[in-house]
Nanobody
Framework: QVQLVESGGGLVQAGGSLRLSCAAS????????MGWYRQAPGKQRELVAG???????NYADSVKGRFTISRDNAGNTVYLQMNNLKPEDTAVYYC???????????WGQGTQVTVSS
């Protein structure tokens, strides 16, 4: 199994920045991709950004140029640097990991990001 623990959420004014962290533990050697999703009230969970073990990244159009996903050298911690935050970025942000050993993806508990106008 893989365990994911997020941190770094909070309240920020529009135009501000936050950095989210997601630390993976357990069967981390089996992880082939990690990412960040978010879910706003009344909306479906959506992909924000993803990164593969090889380092390839992808972003939702709504965050391109403002958010950056990265990871540490060991590949067990993933970060989401969020700049120029907007009120529409307000959501619960979830860390996600895909493993080559398990059929189902793993999820963190979520961290709240609130952007005030």
């Amino acid at each position: 199994q893989v365990q994911l623990v997020e941190s770094g959420g909070g309240l920020v004014q529009a135009g501000g920045s936050l950095r989210l962290s997601c630390a993976a533990s357990g069967s981390t050697v089996s992880i082939n991709a990690m990412g960040w999703y978010r879910q706003a009230p009344g909306k479906q969970r959506e992909l924000v950004a993803g990164i593969t073990r090889g380092g390839a990244t992808n972003y939702a159009d709504s965050v391109k140029g403002r958010f950056t996903i990265s990871r540490d050298n060991a590949g067990n911690t993933v970060y989401l640097q969020m700049n120029n935050l907007k009120p529409e970025d307000t959501a619960v942000y979830y860390c996600n990991a895909h493993s080559t050993w398990y059929a189902s993806a793993f999820w963190g508990q979520g961290t709240q990001v609130t952007v005030s106008s």
